[in-house]
C-alpha cells in the first residue's frame, strides 16, 4: 500500500528534474508558430555526441542563397554554404526563398524541440 501512495511523489519529483534538463532561461517550447525563432548564434547546449558532417538541411534565403540547417533539440545550428573553390556564398535562385530541402533533425535529438523565447 506505501508504494501506491508514494508513487504520485516519487513521479513529480522525476518530473521536476527531467525538466530542468530543458528549460532554463530564454528557452520555451516550441509550438509550431512559424515565426519562431529556431536557432541563433549562441551554443548553450552540453551534448556529449556531436553532429555529423553533411547531415544538414539546406535552405534557400530571400536572396536565392543556400544556407545549411541542424536541429539538434535545444541547440540549432546554421551557416551560410560557401564554394569550397572560390569562396563565394552558393547562389543559385533553383528553389523559392524559405525552402527547405532535406532531413533538418539530426540522428540524435535526444529531446523535443524547444525554441528561443521571444521574451513573451
Same mark, same amino acid.
Given at each position: /500500500?506505501?508504494?501506491?501512495?508514494? *508513487?504520485? @511523489?516519487? /513521479?513529480?519529483?522525476?518530473? @521536476? ?6 528549460? +532554463? #532561461?530564454? @528557452?520555451?517550447?516550441?509550438? +509550431?508558430?512559424?515565426? !519562431?525563432?529556431? !536557432?541563433?548564434?549562441? #551554443? ?8 555529423? #558532417? +553533411?547531415?544538414? !538541411? ?5 536572396? $536565392?542563397?543556400?544556407?545549411? /540547417? ?11 554554404? *560557401? ?18 530541402? +532535406?532531413?533538418?533533425?539530426? #540522428?540524435?535529438? $535526444? ?10
Amino acid at each position: /500500500m506505501m508504494v501506491k501512495s508514494s *508513487f504520485p @511523489l516519487v /513521479m513529480g519529483v522525476v518530473v @521536476l528534474v527531467l525538466s530542468g534538463c530543458v528549460g +532554463g #532561461d530564454g @528557452l520555451q517550447q516550441y509550438n +509550431g508558430n512559424s515565426n !519562431a525563432i529556431i !536557432a541563433t548564434s549562441q #551554443d548553450r547546449g552540453s551534448d556529449k555526441v556531436s553532429i555529423a #558532417d +553533411g547531415h544538414a !538541411a539546406i535552405v534557400y534565403d530571400p536572396d $536565392g542563397c543556400q544556407g545549411w /540547417m541542424i536541429d539538434d533539440g535545444v541547440e540549432g545550428y546554421s551557416g551560410r554554404r *560557401f564554394d569550397p573553390k572560390s569562396g563565394l556564398p552558393i547562389c543559385n535562385k533553383k528553389y523559392p526563398p524559405g525552402t527547405v530541402i +532535406g532531413q533538418y533533425q539530426s #540522428d540524435s535529438p $535526444g529531446i523535443r524541440d524547444y525554441v528561443p523565447s521571444n521574451g513573451n
